[in-house]
């Protein structure tokens, strides 16, 4: 009889599917990898169990201890169940304007949430959760920090994408929040074939994606090592939605802006080069964005 599973042996080991009607050209191959299929249903599974569970070996935190961390809405998702699952308390803070279903997820799992002025963006939610880790009450993760977020993509993503496409990755494509997939990826495919190109993703000036983050200097992630990536495109609001809306209606793939903005860019890409193989994350799904105009008017 087959060992039975725990959730935590969910979290990994997504799908990549190639692409079938979004390429233009038949000698570029375009995959998206489906981190929606985690278990909390988006990437942010792999670095809020690598996070907790790091911090639980190595004595940091204990069983009934108190989190906090500032979230845009995936890691906080991901961080309430998996603490939930190691009977820890987390608090969450994060701006007011998120979804209500990002919002009302985080409460089933049982966390605490403080909503912050949507204005003041998630750098202010951040401060507010740094604040609260000084007052000796919270243990802060600390996810834009903590290499513990990029570790786990090194041990998991990166070898998966490397596993399952043969090696014949060409270009990685990602988007740039915390920044922890790029960095753990980047290290662990850079080390199979240096030729690998690094493509990071950032909203054009002015444009909101969630998930995508241009920061401000002083709120650049420390984990973020700018030579691990090769190049940045630039994506905006606009065809992030359209792209996701695409992805929907041509490809079936059901998945947030992020993923939008992400795939619009590895569209750019495969457009400049003869032939290749582009990997690029599907952050998400596409559930947690029905409350927000996302799909209205997808139709076409």
Not at 103 to 119: D, Q, S, V
Not at 141 to 150: G, I, S, V
Not at 162 to 186: A, N
Not at 230 to 259: H, K, P, Q, W, Y
């Amino acid at each position: 009889m087959a060992q039975p599973l725990t959730l935590e042996d969910l979290i990994g080991n997504t799908p990549i599917v190639k692409l079938q009607h979004i390429p233009e050209s038949p000698d570029v191959e375009i995959y998206c990898k489906l981190e929606g299929r985690n278990p909390g249903g988006s990437v942010k599974d792999r670095a809020a169990y690598g996070m907790i569970s790091a911090a639980l070996e190595r004595g940091d935190i204990s069983p009934g201890d108190k989190l906090v961390e500032a979230t845009s809405g995936n890691t906080g998702i991901a961080l309430a169940m998996i603490a939930r699952l190691k009977n820890l308390h987390m608090t969450l803070i994060m701006p007011e304007n998120s979804t209500q279903e990002r919002i009302r997820t985080m409460r089933a799992y049982g966390a605490e949430l403080i909503l912050t002025p949507a204005e003041k963006t998630i750098e202010y939610s951040r401060t507010v959760a740094e604040e609260m880790g000084q007052s000796g009450e919270y243990y802060l993760l600390n996810q834009f920090a903590n290499p513990d977020n990029y570790r786990m993509h090194y041990r998991t993503t990166g070898p998966e994408i490397w596993r399952d496409t043969g090696g014949r990755i060409t270009h990685f494509v990602s988007s740039m929040g915390t920044t922890g997939t790029i960095m753990g990826v980047s290290r662990y495919l850079k080390e199979q074939n240096p030729g690998v190109g690094i493509v990071g993703v950032q909203p054009t000036e002015g444009s909101q994606i969630p998930g995508i983050r241009r920061w401000s200097p002083e709120f650049l992630p420390e984990i973020f090592e700018s030579e691990r990536v090769d190049r940045t495109i630039d994506v905006s609001e606009n065809e992030s939605v359209e792209m996701t809306r695409r992805m929907a209606r041509d490809e079936g793939i059901f998945a947030g802006m992020s993923s939008g903005g992400c795939l619009s860019a590895a569209v750019r890409l495969a457009r400049e080069i003869d032939s290749g193989v582009i990997v690029c994350i599907t952050c998400d799904i596409g559930d947690r964005y029905l409350s927000s105009p996302l799909f209205e008017d997808s139709v076409s």
